[in-house]
């Protein structure tokens, strides 16, 4: 059994949080503790019970003592490696310090883009270095290598698989949740679910529903998830007129259900890794209309539309805007791929113990 430190969660339901969550259950010979940057309690913390969780301050929490807290995480137990999870490359120390111990480090990219242009300039000065620090990398996506190494040719490809049949259209779900909702049965609902931020796009998403709403009143926008932007956003819905036909589920422990009372899923993101929830919303056979920024790698079955995201581009999306049709049957194809988390989990784990096992 390999002792693995993965690095690093956070208090939301994010990608990286979500990709370890879906993946540790299926481990046989790895065991996995985790660094979380976050003195709150993380979303998925209770099914981590197996593992040790610590916590590291941020640079601004605790500038002096970090590398110290590292160290000692990293020397108690001897871990075999380091796995480094991130957008970006800005905050590297943990690296640093695990080659010091002599610690091997795998590299994961899970994002395309930075979100600040300040992150972005650091990410660039980081990046020449660090790549040369990895012992292996993987990426969610070819986008996503090209972006955190300076040489992505070596880079193993990690799709964000999950387990399909979880996911699979379920009509008793969408029943329940649309009655929770007082959602009428004839209506088509248009859904996302993503942390509340701005990378996400959801003003746009408002416009696009906004529009289609004006033609189609029997229509609902389901937002799931949360995150800073809620306030604002809720401000625009009311400005819009459209707060009798917005739902805001919150962060919710069974997406499934929720995607199975969608009719349609929209992603017009400013960027992204390769989205985990995209996946989801295929797993569950809806149609996805996503921006054109978007990987194409996460298009399993063909039910994905690409669309630009400029302004005059709304009315595309609006006349893409369906319900969604034999959903079962698509959802299905996804069984036996990449993404189907009882094959890649097998392929992910044959990695890492490859790279710990190299001299």
Not at 164 to 178: H, M
Request: glycine share 4%.
């Amino acid at each position: 059994m390999k002792n693995i430190l993965f690095y690093a969660l956070t208090q939301h339901r994010g990608g990286i949080e979500s990709f370890i969550k879906n993946y540790k259950p299926y481990f046989q010979n790895i065991h996995l503790d985790f660094v979380k940057i976050t003195p709150n309690k993380l979303p998925y913390e209770d099914e981590l019970y197996s593992s040790d969780i610590y916590y590291v301050p941020t640079r601004k929490d605790g500038f002096f003592s970090r590398k110290e807290i590292m160290r000692d995480i990293l020397t108690q137990k001897k871990y075999d490696c380091l796995w480094f999870n991130a957008n970006d490359l800005v905050d590297t120390e943990i690296i640093d310090v695990a080659k010091k111990e002599g610690i091997k480090c795998i590299g994961h990219a899970h994002n395309s883009k930075a979100d600040k242009p300040r992150r972005t300039l650091q990410h660039y000065m980081n990046r020449r270095i660090a790549s040369k620090k990895f012992d292996g990398k993987f990426a969610c996506s070819k986008l996503a290598a090209k972006w955190f190494y300076t040489s992505s040719k070596e880079s193993i490809l990690v799709y964000n698989a999950v387990d399909v049949n979880k996911f699979i259209f379920d009509k008793v779900k969408r029943e329940k949740v649309r009655k929770k909702y007082k959602i009428p049965d004839d209506s088509l609902v248009i859904g996302n679910v993503a942390r509340l931020e701005k990378a996400k796009n959801w003003f746009y998403l408002v416009d696009i529903f906004g529009k289609y709403h004006k033609y189609h009143p029997m229509s609902y926008l389901m937002i799931v998830g949360d995150g800073s932007l809620k306030r604002k956003l809720k401000e625009y819905i009311i400005k819009k007129e459209l707060s009798e036909v917005v739902v805001f589920t919150g962060e919710v422990d069974d997406v499934q259900s929720y995607l199975s009372s969608f009719d349609m899923y929209l992603m017009p993101s400013l960027n992204e890794g390769l989205p985990v929830s995209l996946v989801e919303a295929q797993a569950s056979g809806l149609e996805c209309l996503a921006a054109d920024n978007i990987t194409r790698e996460v298009d399993i079955i063909g039910k994905i539309n690409y669309l630009p995201i400029s302004k005059d581009s709304i009315d595309e999306w609006v006349a893409n805007i369906n319900f969604s049709v034999d959903r079962d049957k698509y959802g299905r194809q996804l069984f036996n791929t990449r993404f189907d988390i009882n094959i890649s989990s097998k392929i992910l784990e044959k990695e890492i113990l490859r790279i710990i096992n190299e001299k």
